[in-house]
């Protein structure tokens, strides 16, 4: 009997998860690019660190930190209180895929397959009026 490898394993576990998050902010941080998307987070990144790492560790099929600590996580309707347009997801997609090289994540199948789950939940995080896709502006 044969036992599937997640993706959390697959990512390398914990310290690769942890190192990736890191960099993530690091770079929303510190590079004007990201800065669409650095806007809508605290000055202080820590939490909002401690909480993408919780859940990106259940997503990925690890231990479930964030559904234990603060419970389902339902991202849209946490996020709905944030202007998420197509300016906003695509500074937090090109991060996040920086990040994924930066921090070295393994094999390149893994980062591909990572940044479309990315994408369609980005799409999914839009609620700015006229960047939701399937909408024309007005």
Known sequence: MSQ????FELLGG???LFALVERF???????????????????????S???LFMFLSGWLGGPPLYAARIGAPMLRARHLPYPIGKAERDAWLTCMGRALEEASVEPPELRSWLMQQFLATA???????GDMPGQERV
């Open 49 to 51: 660190r401690e909480k």
């Open 123 to 129: 799409d999914w995080m839009q609620n700015k009026q």
């Open 4 to 7: 599937q490898v997640t993706p």
């Open 25 to 47: 902010y690091a770079l929303m941080d510190s590079e004007p690019e990201f800065h669409a998307v650095r806007r809508l987070h605290p000055a202080d990144l820590s939490g």
């Open 14 to 16: 914990e310290k690769v």
